[in-house]
């Protein structure tokens, strides 16, 4: 039974309060408005009238399995994720989740964005109101659009979880349908992929080698561009997966596992995205380039995972992989002092002052920093930013990126052979004799998947094998219907054959020579082949009988 309570404020004002009886019957509960405290009403009327709405809504949500007990949602949003006292392994992740390492990195950097807000708040005070303002200000703070869309999907998924255990009656995360202009959804859309030709492909293929000064990027670059194969899987290949026993002569490529590259910077051996298990038909070109690559490279089993790859990295920098624990840069932050001066003081104490060395000693005991000596094995692979910016991005966009103290600036190159080898040292501008124009601008890694896939549509490639190839499922009904025959196979190995001599044709027709070996020998080989089809076809060709 609804009733009222006359109560007198500071500041000695009579108000009321609502107070209604809750479906368990057994207690009553106050009127409280979106800040959670109880609503102070100026009549007894309007506070009746209150109450008896709160206790039919109440009375209506408990018919429909909706009502929950408010002191069930008091337990704060930081709480639930995190676990009582701080304790993970009963966090929300560890309790309701059943994630592999990559998905865990992935949720807590979205909990990086969401906790700072919503840490402190009871699960029964969130409010749809407060997510679309705490959206709107991660938007107006620089985050890309798909990226906030992605913390709002975890938020989503956290206040369902906490609806399937009975702590709250609704989930407030969850969108209305509808909802909102239809003109202004272009704004969601992320930036326009870029991918290249075959041609594209192949000369980009060469610069990375000319950057690296090896192979191993011209046979990854070209692998990835007649494959489709994802970043971790290319990292990921071993030479027991590259295979000669393909369909008609051709070979094939067995995705088994990938490595994915934690934010701790250890590279962690798992299963391929979604399970992607498959066999990538590989034309014999193709399986001929990393054989003869496996065989020259001679790879040795790395020291983190005790295996050969067929891909090996540069080797350590800096120590190897990046560890967990305060930096060298947060040191000379909290100690007032440059980098500089810190590495002074652990490296060549003499050359600092001694209440400087005394005050960066201090902070480095505070901060519990530990040097990083030596070198690990995690060097022995690539690293995905490392490789992206200093082989890739220059290699596509004929720019290195800005670092301290320089620009972003053109890669100079000498004048030949073309398309120029990097000029490297100091004043290397200055004795460069040109620099590389740009082959797609704003081009990725990715890129080149999303290039393997434009290829096979143009080349009129069945949706199921270009599905398998990739690695993505179709489970629409048509998709149950279409099989994989060995006559598809063969006819894309055949045509992705056809577009991989029309590459080097192409490549021979700007340049003759590459300073790439392993370029250099396919260009004499291809011009050989050409030469040999050029003889047959004048041999056949009808001669003119004399008049």
């Known amino acids: 039974m609804p009733y009222t309570e006359k109560r007198r404020g500071r500041d000695g004002k009579d108000y009321h309060r609502a107070r209604y009886l809750r479906p ?15 609503i102070k009403f100026p009549t007894k009327r309007t506070a009746l009238k209150a109450a008896q709405d709160a206790e039919s809504a109440a009375a209506a949500a408990a018919k429909r399995g909706g009502w929950v007990a408010p002191e069930k949602g008091r337990m704060t949003l930081g709480e639930y994720v995190r676990g009582p006292d701080e304790r993970p392994e009963e966090g929300w992740a560890a309790r ?15 909990l990086k964005h969401i906790l700072p807000t919503f840490a402190d708040s009871a699960l029964a005070d969130i409010t749809s109101k407060q997510i679309d303002a705490w959206e709107r200000r991660e938007k107006a703070s620089g985050a890309a659009v798909s990226s906030v869309r992605t913390y709002r999907k975890i938020l989503h998924l956290i206040l369902a979880d906490a609806v399937d255990e009975g702590l709250i009656a609704t989930n407030v995360a969850a969108r209305r349908r509808g909802r909102g202009k239809r003109a202004g959804r272009s704004a969601a859309r992320g930036p326009e992929k870029k991918f290249t030709s075959m041609l594209g492909a192949l000369l980009l293929a060469e610069r990375a080698a000319l950057l690296s000064g090896r192979d191993d990027e011209f046979v990854a670059c070209t692998v990835k561009s007649y494959t489709g194969n994802r970043w971790g899987e290319l990292v990921g290949l071993e030479p027991e997966f590259v295979r000669p026993d393909g369909v008609a002569g051709h070979g094939l490529i067995r995705v088994e596992w990938q490595l994915y590259e934690l934010e701790s910077g250890e590279l962690l051996r798992c299963p391929p995205k979604d399970d992607s298990y498959r066999d990538i038909d590989a034309p014999a070109f193709l399986t001929r380039l ?12 790395c020291t983190c995972h005790q295996r050969r790859f067929v891909f090996r990295g540069r080797g350590s920098a800096g120590g190897g992989a990046r560890r967990e624990g305060p930096t060298l840069a947060d040191v000379a932050k909290a100690a007032g002092v440059s980098t500089g001066t810190v590495s002074n003081v652990l490296n060549r104490p003499e050359r600092v002052a001694e209440h400087t060395r005394a005050r960066v000693e201090k902070v480095v005991a505070e901060l519990g920093f530990v040097r990083r000596t030596g070198t690990t094995g995690d060097g022995e692979h690539w690293r995905r930013s490392g490789f992206a910016t200093w082989i890739f991005e220059p290699a596509a966009s004929g720019w290195f990126p800005k670092k301290a103290p320089y620009e972003r600036r053109p890669v100079p190159v000498s004048g030949g052979p073309w398309p120029g080898l990097p000029v490297r ?7 460069a004799e040109a620099c590389w124009v740009p082959i797609k601008s704003g081009l990725t890694r990715h890129g080149l998947r999303h290039g393997h896939k434009v290829l096979m549509d143009e080349l009129g490639t069945p949706k199921v094998l270009v599905d398998q190839r990739m690695g993505h499922i179709d489970t629409s009904v048509s998709a149950n219907y279409s099989h994989v025959t060995t006559e598809m196979r063969v006819r ?45 076809v004048s041999h056949l060709a009808p001669r003119r009988q004399p008049a």
């Not at 040292?425 to 004795?431: C, H, I, K, P």
Request: aromatic share 4%.
């Open 96 to 110: 309701s989740q059943d994630l592999a390492a990559s998905s865990h990195q992935s949720y807590g950097y979205c």
């Open 425 to 431: 040292g100091r004043s290397s501008a200055g004795r």
């Open 492 to 536: 894309l190995c055949e045509q992705l054959t056809e577009v991989w001599e029309a590459a080097l044709s192409a490549r021979l027709a700007l340049c003759r020579t590459s300073a790439v070996p392993v370029l250099e020998s396919l260009l004499r080989e291809h011009e050989a082949a050409l030469e040999g089809r050029a003889k047959i």
């Open 24 to 38: 368990d019957g057994k207690n009553y509960d106050t009127v409280k408005g979106t800040d959670g405290r109880a």
């Open 290 to 301: 990393l054989m003869d690559h496996v065989t020259r490279s001679v790879p040795a089993a």
